[in-house]
């Protein structure tokens, strides 16, 4: 996302706010999501797999640093223009140890989010200042929320029985990858799998007639999450029944999360559905979900969260049955939910809750 200077001014703020409530004198930013953020969707990143970012990012009271290798500056500067932004930037040669971070926090106290030992470990709270979205963010997300659902619309209309869940996660990472995003989390389960894992990375099993697919998609640092399932053939009445329960579930949570309300509130909510849908253990095997931002969640919802719903915030809810699953990503306006991974003609199921219709994805039956 192009960055204004009162983007980057606010987000700067905000850490130096929070370091003097904790009497700080610093903060060291070093994961990829908290310094996608406090630079406006930078890419600091090589490894997709790595936590730590290729650069850190110290913020004092008056001035802000950049640390990096001498392999990461050029693109940093010139394709994602942070000295642009005001960054202040420290090279160090690929194999040399950036001393400058060492000579320059040397007798101050520092927050970090997390990465870094002997600092105050600050990650909740950066954590929920990254779910604090703007309204530049907001449009970025609704952008990225249309290229996830594409994304796996495409793939998962490509998806047919005989192919392995390795050659399914190969369908949807290159939908994801030809639209400019990266899936970073690409879940598959055929079949049998979908009832036996919640997390289930892709196998050399071979699609009979039930798949699922699970998407959080990255782009300018911000992360979408959806999922879809695909039966071939006559719908089991078994599967059938989970799938209504869970889309219940998940309308009474989204028509729950308001701002002014907690994340404790929205999570009863989804325990009462449970149990009204004959299902009052489940939310036990799996996490509903929470608030999204530069993490596929910033934080989850509990039973005692205390965390306050903001207009502009996003969330993403899973609820699941065993054999069954919901979850779209879910931009939280001021008078309505919009569901920002909703996908055109996909066939949905119609949930009424306290007197609204909220429409839910439903298994694609394909005959």
């Given amino acids: 996302m192009v960055a204004g200077v009162n983007e980057i001014s606010r987000k700067l703020g905000l850490l130096r706010s929070l370091a003097a409530s904790h009497g700080l004198d610093a903060i060291l930013l070093q994961c990829v ?26 913020i004092t009271k008056e001035k802000q640093f950049l640390f990096t290798k001498n392999i990461e500056a050029p693109r940093l500067e010139k394709e994602e223009g942070l000295i642009a932004q005001g960054w202040d930037f420290r090279i160090a040669p690929w194999f040399e140890i950036n001393t400058s971070l060492q000579k320059l926090t040397k007798g101050l106290k520092l927050g970090s989010d997390g990465l870094s030992q002997g600092t105050v470990n600050l990650s909740g709270e950066i954590a929920r200042l990254r779910a604090e979205l703007t309204p530049a963010e907001g449009e970025c997300f609704r952008a990225l929320g249309r290229l996830c659902a594409e994304a796996i619309d495409s793939a998962i209309r490509a998806v047919g029985p005989g192919q392995t869940e390795f050659e399914i996660a190969a369908l949807l990472d290159a939908e994801v990858q030809r639209r400019g995003a990266q899936a970073i989390v690409n879940l598959i389960a055929t079949d049998e799998r979908i009832f036996n894992y919640r997390h289930p990375l892709p196998t050399t099993k071979k699609l009979e007639r039930y798949a699922m697919l699970v998407l959080c998609g990255r782009r300018q640092g911000l992360v979408c999450s959806i999922t879809r399932l695909v039966h071939f053939g006559r719908l089991p009445k078994e ?50 979900g929470g608030a999204a931002g530069y993490e596929p969640r910033e934080y989850l919802a509990t039973p005692d969260s205390k965390d306050l719903i903001v207009a502009g915030q996003v969330y993403a809810w899973n609820p699941s049955i065993i054999g069954s699953k919901s979850e779209d990503s879910v931009l939280i306006g001021e008078n309505a939910p919009v569901i920002l991974t909703a996908i055109p003609d996909w066939p949905m199921v119609k949930v009424e809750v306290d007197g609204k219709i909220i429409e839910r994805p439903d298994i694609l039956v394909v005959k």
């Fill in 239 to 288: 599967i059938q029944e989970k799938a209504l329960a869970v889309a219940r579930i998940d309308a009474a949570m989204i028509s729950a999360t308001r701002p002014g309300r907690t994340l404790g509130d929205v999570f009863k909510v989804a325990k009462d559905e449970y149990a009204r849908a004959g299902y009052p253990d489940e939310w036990q095997l799996h996490h509903q």
């Fill in 33 to 58: 999501s908290s310094v996608a953020w406090a630079t406006s969707g930078a890419a600091v990143y090589v490894n997709t797999a790595r936590s730590e970012s290729e650069a850190s990012l110290l």
